[in-house]
């Protein structure tokens, strides 16, 4: 029996629950990230490094952030993000998928099983 490849933009990314984040007024995203493990504990200690740091989002990322609600899939995200955006967003899909991989590989979302 084959399995089922499955899509990458089929996926449902959701914000890791861990990650704080707060939207300021002008509707900028700003995640509140705690610097955990030996590394930056040394790095608090020497480097006087903060224990939480503060990442301001920009404009499409401050648009994407609340949509990342582990129900939408990227392709719907991707169409409210061209509605939004038009041809400011394009490569659309390209960037995308690019963006939701970076912000999975500093463990900021998740994707259910």
């Not at 499955?6 to 984040?21: G, H």
Request: overall charge neutral.
């Amino acid at each position: 029996m084959m399995k089922k490849t499955e899509n990458y933009l089929e996926k449902k990314p959701k914000r890791a629950e861990c990650i704080n984040w707060t939207k300021e007024d002008n509707g900028e995203v700003v995640l509140e990230v705690e610097n955990k493990g030996i590394a930056n504990k040394i790095a608090q200690l020497i480097l006087r490094k903060p224990k939480i740091s503060y990442i301001h989002l920009d404009e499409m990322g401050s648009f994407i952030w609340p949509l990342l609600d582990g129900k939408t899939n990227i392709i719907a995200i991707g169409e409210k993000v061209e509605e939004h955006f038009g041809d400011k967003a394009n490569p659309l899909y390209e960037r995308l998928a690019k963006y939701i991989k970076t912000l999975y590989s500093y463990e900021f979302i998740e994707f259910d099983k």
